[in-house]
């Protein structure tokens, strides 16, 4: 994602349906409301809450520990912006109004341009067939909304889990390459939370950046590279394409009775993210940025300084 740190006004054409989607919600299970007005989601910093670091526990089955699970139905926590759209301000680049309503122009979501991928529609689908979807983007929520107008339709809308956006990260430090932009991170402790029911057997980040995930268990996302709109042959998300064909075989893994949990799978069968190997080394320097970000919270917070 390309963080927000503006404050913008968008008008949504649909924030009715999408309403039904967001964070706050009512869990089935316990009969109770999560999400904002549960408290631990508003503020974002609450470090005690989020910190696990990866490889803290053993979830791949290497050990003897974890039993099949399945068949089950994974949860993925989908980025937007790099993996399924790319979104330009329209302030930024004029320029782009005049390919409006041309093939493989921009679409209007609010204050940005907004460019699909190829072969978006039918992916999306298949996603909302074989997995449960939640959108989350270390973007505004109100910015979140008006590109989930122009990807998903009324019934997929209506389907999401939920929408987590900036305010459900972790502000781990800022871009040592850029002051003004925060590393935010996707704690996915936050996503069992509000939804018990998942764990991290059975949920699936996909990210385009691996800093992200760095407050995760490990082999719980995969990160495929960042999407934009002048990769003209790009296939990945169409039939036979890297991503599809990946979550394709994750979802028939997860079918059968044997399945033993995402991060089995993920460790038996790496994603190849596309990256060159100077790129590569860039994702991991700001993830170790950001590790060492999440590190000074919780030494403040444990000083009480935090």
Known sequence: DEDDIEEEEILLGRAGVLSSARIVGLNQDE?????DDAGWC????????????????????????????GPARVL???????????RVAKVKDKDIKARVGKPGGPLN?????????????????????KFDVLAWSSAQMKNIEALLNVLLNNEQLSNLVGIFDQESCTKACQ???????????????????????YSALNTLLVDDSLY??????????????????????????????????????????????????VPSFVKAHPFDCGYSAKELDEQKQLAETARK??????ARRLKGDG
Request: hydrophobic share 40%; net charge neutral.
């Open 31 to 35: 009969g109770k409301a999560v999400g």
């Open 42 to 69: 508003v503020g974002n910093n609450d470090v005690e809450d989020i910190v696990f670091g990866i490889g803290k526990v053993d979830l791949t089955g290497s050990a003897g520990g974890v039993a099949s699970i």
């Open 76 to 86: 993925l926590v989908l980025d937007l912006n790099g993996l399924l759209v790319e």
């Open 109 to 129: 979501a609010g204050k940005y341009w907004a460019f699909l991928r190829p072969g978006h529609k039918q992916f999306v689908q298949f996603l909302f067939d």
């Open 175 to 197: 871009d040592p390459k850029n002051p003004y932009k925060p590393l935010f991170l996707k704690p996915l402790c936050k996503v069992y939370k509000a939804y018990p029911k």
């Open 212 to 261: 992200k995930s760095v407050e995760n268990e490990e082999f719980t996302s995969i990160h495929p590279k960042e999407w934009t709109r002048d990769m003209k042959n790009d296939k990945a998300l169409l039939p036979g394409g890297s991503i599809r064909e990946y979550l394709e075989k994750l979802a028939c893994s997860a079918s059968t009775a044997t399945f033993r949990g």
């Open 293 to 298: 970000g999440v590190q000074e919270l919780e």
